[in-house]
């Protein structure tokens, strides 16, 4: 699987937040921590980076990020009781737009949830 142990440390910070926080706080709450927990796992992260959409290889405009791993892996954080299948095309339409093939869902919910979506590029 594609960034399969990155992935992996990810997802183990993500729980490690979630067991730590618990429920109930907002979404920028979570990314603070989940950003703390994943340098101190010497992980590179940037939050709210603003990427550009592509369409036929023009820019078409941007969107901003909750987090970026390693310049591979979009994080999509949410704060909600449960995920919803639009949260998921949210996440299924950033890759769609941008040069990267991975992303996380991240719910920090009443139970932790994630989901990973995986983008494999057809070559022309």
Not at 16 to 23: A, D, N, P, S, Y
Not at 59 to 75: C, H, N, S
């Amino acid at each position: 699987m594609l960034y399969e142990e990155l992935t992996s440390k990810i997802i183990a910070a993500f729980y490690e937040v979630h067991k730590t926080l618990g429920f109930g706080f907002l979404e920028q709450v979570y990314q603070n921590a989940l950003y703390l927990e994943l340098k101190d796992r010497g992980l590179k992260c940037e939050c709210q980076k603003d990427l550009n959409v592509y369409y036929k290889n023009k820019i078409v405009g941007t969107y901003r990020t909750d987090m970026i791993v390693e310049d591979a892996i979009i994080l999509e954080l949410k704060a909600v009781s449960a995920l919803r299948p639009e949260h998921e095309w949210q996440l299924v339409n950033y890759l769609k737009g941008t040069n990267l093939q991975v992303g996380l869902l991240l719910n920090f919910g009443l139970r932790a949830e994630m989901k990973r979506k995986i983008l494999t590029r057809r070559k022309p």
